[in-house]
């Protein structure tokens, strides 16, 4: 019988950094929940699925640009064991209307690993983070976790 690991989900966390003027709020919505994955079964978590994927929104100054920056772990940790974390090139998604769209987002198929300009809405902007996990034959049970860190920086212009 296969172990089974809880990789319950990766914290988030924001680091804001201003250049202009202060962001009004930013929140993390919901954290990269990977649920329960087997050893060997790699497990990937869609931008586009709700209540799995990372979600953050940024409220601030309309129309305002400003620049995204992922720190992204390579790694979830547990007692003495890690498990690998890939982000693919097309996992970061956004959107800056008034009614954002998970499944059909303004810009889509972002790469988390490069830093993304963009404008605030007039509501803001809410950003998805999708990820896999790959756990080895013989990964030990446990909960795993890790941070993904956002920087948010205004632009000036």
């Known amino acids: ?38 050893p060997g079964v790699p497990k990937a978590i869609s931008k586009k699925s709700s209540g799995e994927a990372a979600e953050f929104h940024i409220t601030g100054t309309p129309n305002a640009e400003i620049v995204l920056n992922f720190t992204l772990p390579t790694y979830m940790h547990t007692d003495g064991a890690n498990m690998r974390l890939d982000y693919s090139s097309t996992d970061c998604a956004l959107d800056s209307s008034a009614t954002p769209d998970q499944v059909n987002p303004g810009l889509d198929n972002l790469n988390p690993w490069q830093t993304v300009t963009y404008r605030l809405g007039a509501t803001g902007l809410t950003i998805w983070l999708g990820a896999t996990v790959t756990p080895g034959l013989i990964q030990k049970p446990g909960d795993y976790t890790a941070t993904i860190t956002l920087t948010v920086a205004y632009t000036g212009n």
Not at 7 to 36: H, K, P, R, Y
């Open 1 to 38: 019988m296969a172990a089974i690991l809880k990789c319950i989900s990766l914290a988030l966390t924001i680091i804001l950094a201003w250049s202009v003027v202060a962001a009004q709020d930013i929140a993390v919505e919901n954290d990269l929940i990977f649920g329960t994955v087997f």
